[in-house]
Structures are given as structure tokens and as C-alpha cells.
């Protein structure tokens, strides 16, 4: 049947048909289309959450490293006060929990930089564990007040070897070990403190006492 030949009913009928099939193809592109969006968005939203929760466990270690710095550099810290098991700290939980396994999925290309942070991160923690058993408080003037009292016994010692070799009848010098500048530090309790802050410190100054006793 020729075109010409087709009743304007039919005609008519067959546009709308035709119209409604364009609408419908219209439809599921622009379906998919807005699908394809909010998947995508959806993606961008998930990467920006990841990309900030790094961001605040770097700032995280940022401040745990700040903290332990302290103890070597501020006298007023005297204790190590941070979390050192490396699974627990924050990093820690979101490395070895189900955010770490959400981002691998999300973007699986961070699976072995996870992998590979892991030693470092662990030794880090460990670091900061050997710091704080070794750590000693210590007196930064105590050095200084050492090499005085040092000065002073050298001089101590060079009057007593004018006195001998000058054959003065009297010798004018502190013979009490207990009396001498270095004795009053070396049984007060200044020199207490700084034994009881550090156990070689301790040693050091029970093995002087008795040279010292002599030298008197």
C-alpha cells in the first residue's frame, strides 16, 4: 500500500505511535543519563570522604609525632603519653578495619600502598616505644654546674700544692667533703634528684664519693 493510498485515521495513528516511541527512547536515555550521574557523583562524593579521612589521619600522626617530640624537647614533659601499639592508634584502626577494605574497593590501586605503609607505620610505633624506655629527664645546667665544680677543685688542689711547696705553716682550705661547694651538691638533694631521674647517673656519682672523700 502506497503512502498516498493510507486513510489520514491511520495516518494520524501511526504518528502518535511514532511519537510515543521517540518519547519512550527519550526516556530511557535520559534514565540511564541521570543513572550514569549519580553514579557518578556518588563516586566523587565517596572519593572526597576517603581523600579527607587520609587528610585528618595524616594530621592525626602529624600530632602524635608533635607529642612525642615534646618529650625530648619540652622539660615540662617528663612521660610518654601516646598510643603505641601501631593497630590502635587512629591511622591504625582505619588501616587494618572496614574503611581501609571500602576504600580498596572503591579504588583498588591503593591496595599495595596500603600494603607497603604498613612495616614503616609499625615501626614508627616502635621508635616511639624505645624512646620512652630509654628517656631520662635531664638538666640542661647540670653539664655546666659539673665542669664549674671541676674549675673549682683543680683550684682547690693548685692552693694545696702552693701551700705544700711554699712550706706555709697552715693550710687555708676546706677539708670537709661534705662542705665544699661540690660535696654540698654531691650530698643534697639536687644530686639525689638526678640519681633518682637517671640509674647510671646514680652509679656515677656513688663511685666519686669516695675519691672525693680522699682527695679531702
Excluded at 73 to 87: F, K, M, S, Y
Aim: net charge negative.
Amino acid at each position: 500500500m502506497r503512502w498516498a493510498e493510507v486513510t489520514v485515521g491511520k495516518k494520524i495513528t501511526l504518528g502518535f505511535g511514532l511519537v510515543l516511541a521517540l518519547l519512550l527512547v527519550a526516556g530511557v536515555l535520559s534514565f540511564t543519563g541521570v543513572g550514569g550521574i549519580v553514579g557518578n557523583a556518588r563516586e566523587v562524593i565517596s572519593g572526597n570522604k576517603l581523600d579527607a579521612a587520609l587528610a585528618q589521619k595524616e594530621v592525626d600522626h602529624l600530632n602524635w609525632m608533635n607529642a612525642v617530640n615534646a618529650l625530648l624537647t619540652d622539660e615540662t614533659v617528663t612521660e610518654l603519653h601516646v598510643q603505641t601499639d601501631p593497630r590502635k592508634c587512629g591511622f591504625g584502626k582505619w588501616l587494618y578495619g572496614d574503611e581501609a577494605a571500602e576504600a580498596v574497593a572503591l579504588v583498588p590501586s591503593l591496595a599495595p600502598l596500603l600494603k607497603a605503609i604498613e612495616d614503616p607505620h609499625r615501626k614508627l610505633h616502635q621508635s616511639a616505644i624505645k624512646i620512652g624506655e630509654q628517656f631520662r629527664p635531664a638538666d640542661e645546667n647540670l653539664p655546666g654546674f659539673l665542669a664549674a665544680k671541676e674549675v673549682d677543685h683543680l683550684v682547690w688542689a693548685d692552693k694545696l700544692s702552693r701551700s705544700l711547696l711554699g712550706n706555709v705553716g697552715k693550710i687555708e682550705l676546706e677539708t670537709d667533703e661534705h662542705k665544699c661547694s661540690f660535696g654540698e651538691w654531691l650530698y643534697g638533694p639536687e644530686a639525689r634528684k638526678a640519681a633518682a631521674a637517671d640509674p647510671r647517673m646514680a652509679e656515677l656519682l656513688e663511685e666519686i664519693k669516695e675519691p672525693h672523700k680522699k682527695l679531702h
